[in-house]
């Protein structure tokens, strides 16, 4: 099925016009989206295109008359990839007015920020793809418009075996943050329902911040039999020290990761990267075959050249978009009734794809993911991969 940003964008206008008709909603202050994200650290590359992608939906929410009769304005904090950090800034934002936060994007760094909003009695948004981002791991208020890793990671799985025909796979995990921990977590279980355990030939770890990962390199060398494909959830640095330290042993395995290995912004640190693939919630290449999705990718190239991991900037949009669709359905502003229109979400038509949230499940499982490869050092899209059955849940 396909969402149309455009049909998004004319439908939210179109809501958003009726409610501004309502005096009852109107109030001359702004709402104040406060941004609790990181401009500095690892966390920067995924954060500011997501920081981006606020700030267009609010711009595009004003354009048609703000939500129940009030303007959109947004305040931000760097929570600088630091735990501390990140209530420090959500308390900041708060005190400065916010109404809402719009967290980091990952249970680690973002979690700290949604707790502190959570018990303010405040909505927090984020673009974390733990399932514990949400009613288990924060708090009921926190909702994430990430596609969660049992979607994204059990896609990857399915994919492989499904589409590839691969029947073997090497785990080398990032355990440094929680994102790449469930990921390989969620990969492996449905992995092993479609392929069996025997297929899973060798398991190792590293961290985000390691520089040299030559143990782990040796040991896949050393096998026996070499695998069909490497599954390797990281996030850079350290995917690209990964990469480049697998390619440079001679290695050529396909390699296959999540959304942290979106963007070209890294490549240039592994020269002529090949089989290499990834998960990503669009094509940002401007090839994907759907043309308001390449038209939101020039959007975002116009306002930042620079801009790092374009698929972020999807799911910062996605926020505001999510939020003020629960607005309208709840007619209010009030906490609690903005949380059981969210949770009252059934494959609800977003930028980032059909969103389904429940009082249970705070993130998406059941989305559309695409699969990009990276050949001769440049991306192209594969595929759009509809899981068939994402693994079980795990909070």
């Known amino acids: 099925m396909r969402f149309h940003s455009k049909l998004v964008l004319a439908a939210v206008g179109a809501a958003l016009l009726v409610c501004v008709g309502s005096q009852a909603h109107a109030d001359e202050d702004p709402l104040v989206i406060g941004i609790a994200k990181s401009s500095t650290g690892f966390m920067s590359a995924y954060d500011m ?34 735990k501390a950090q990140a209530v420090i800034a959500a308390q900041e934002l708060i005190d400065e007015g916010a109404d809402i936060l719009s967290v980091s994007c990952d249970f680690d760094y973002g979690g700290p920020s949604a707790s502190v909003a959570q018990e303010n009695g405040m909505i927090a948004l984020g673009c974390a793809g733990s399932p514990r981002f949400g009613a288990q791991g924060v708090g009921p208020n926190a909702f994430s418009l990430d596609t969660q890793t049992p979607d994204e990671c059990g896609s990857l799985a399915e994919w492989s075996s499904m589409s590839k025909g691969w029947k073997t796979v090497y785990l080398l995990t990032d355990t440094f943050i929680d994102y790449t921990k469930t990921c390989s977590q969620y990969f492996e279980t449905r992995w092993v329902q479609l392929e069996g355990e025997d297929s899973v030939v060798g398991r190792d770890t590293f961290l985000l911040t390691d520089t040299s990962i030559a143990s782990q390199v040796s040991r896949i060398r050393g096998l026996e039999t070499a695998p069909d494909f490497l599954f390797v959830p990281s996030c850079n640095p350290g995917l690209s020290v990964a ?9 050529e395995t396909p390699i296959v990761t999540g959304v942290c290995g979106d963007g070209d912004y890294w490549l240039e640190s592994v020269p002529g990267l090949d089989n290499f693939y990834n998960a990503a919630y669009i094509s940002t290449y401007l090839d994907d075959p759907w043309e308001d999705v390449n038209a939101f990718v020039r959007r975002q190239i116009e306002a930042d050249p620079d ?28 906490t609690d009734a903005v949380r059981a229109a969210l949770e009252s979400f059934d494959e609800v038509p977003l930028l980032v794809g059909p969103t389904t949230f429940t009082s249970e499940r705070h993130g ?3 989305r559309p993911m695409v699969i990009v490869e990276v050949k001769d050092g440049k991306h192209r899209f594969v595929e759009r991969w509809k899981i068939q059955k994402p693994p079980p849940v795990v909070f």
């Open 49 to 82: 295109p997501a920081k981006l992608g606020i700030e267009f939906a609010i711009e595009d929410i004003n354009a048609e008359g703000g939500l129940l009769g009030r303007k959109l304005t947004s305040i931000w904090r760097d929570t600088k990839t630091d």
């Open 243 to 251: 990469a480049r330290q697998i390619r440079a042993s001679g290695i």
């Open 307 to 334: 801009i790092t991991q374009r698929a972020f900037a999807v799911i910062g949009y996605s926020e505001i978009q999510a939020y003020a669709e629960a607005v309208n359905r709840a007619g209010s502003f009030d």
């Open 364 to 366: 998406d499982i059941w």
